[in-house]
């Protein structure tokens, strides 16, 4: 079965960071490209980052470009995501999810969720 | 960015009915569009890809359609477990966008 296992959320203050990690297991996770998507309290979904099968290649929402981080190590078949100089207003649950291999970008598997609060 | 509209923003429904709900491209898009389902403390769960196409194991009653900047995700006979929040994806461009959901809630 495949899953995202996600963990590294918390209470954080304002300027402060965090890293999340997500860690995939029943698949070939260098084969694929992965996504960060947040969702603030009681809001929708919002597309944060991608990154390419191999790392080479990482983009970003304008949000957060500068501040965020996304990385992986296809070795460990972990993704991560580095936040700093956080803002209240990137409280939020932030899910990793992986992009098939379907040609349309769409995000097949997601981890459970992680909660960042920054107050 | 490439704005996503969604609408009604909620609807209610009862167990049996067709429920019909669009989503419009802020520019065309052709077929880059998926649609996802999320219940409450819940992840998404992708439902139809590339407009049209069903995600292996989710229902028949399930099904996409459009193209360019309008499209249609339908429910064909409501069912107890259907009630949720669907949201619209386009993945023609970077940054991906969503639209801002529809709940569907019982009658």
């Known amino acids: 079965e495949v899953q995202l296992v996600q963990s590294g959320g918390g209470l954080v203050q304002p300027g402060g960071s965090l890293r999340l990690s997500c860690a995939a297991s029943g698949l070939t996770f260098s084969n694929y490209w992965m996504h960060w998507v947040r969702q603030a309290p009681g809001k929708g979904l919002v597309w944060v980052s991608r990154i390419y099968n191999d790392g080479s290649i990482s983009t970003y929402a304008d949000s957060v470009r500068g501040r965020f981080t996304i990385s992986r190590d296809n070795a460990k078949n972990t993704l991560y995501l580095q936040m700093d100089s956080l803002r209240v207003d990137d409280t939020a649950v932030y899910y990793c999810?992986?992009?098939?291999?379907?040609?349309?970008?769409?995000?097949?598997?997601w981890g459970q969720g992680t909660l960042v609060t920054v107050s | 960015d490439i704005q996503m509209t969604q609408s009604p923003s909620s609807l209610s429904a009862s167990v049996g009915d067709r429920v019909i709900i669009t989503c419009r491209a802020g520019q065309p898009i052709g077929s880059y569009l998926n649609w996802y389902q999320q219940k409450p403390g819940n992840a998404p769960k992708l439902l139809i890809y590339a407009a049209s196409d069903l995600q292996p194991g989710v229902p028949s009653r399930f099904s996409g359609s459009g193209s360019g900047t309008d499209f249609t995700l339908i429910i064909a006979s409501l069912r107890p477990e259907d009630f949720a929040t669907y949201y619209c994806?386009?993945?023609?461009?970077?940054?991906?966008?969503f639209g801002g959901g529809t709940r569907v809630e019982i009658k």
């Open positions: 994806q386009q993945s023609s461009s970077t940054p991906l966008t």
């Open positions: 999810a992986k992009e098939d291999l379907g040609g349309n970008s769409e995000l097949g598997i």
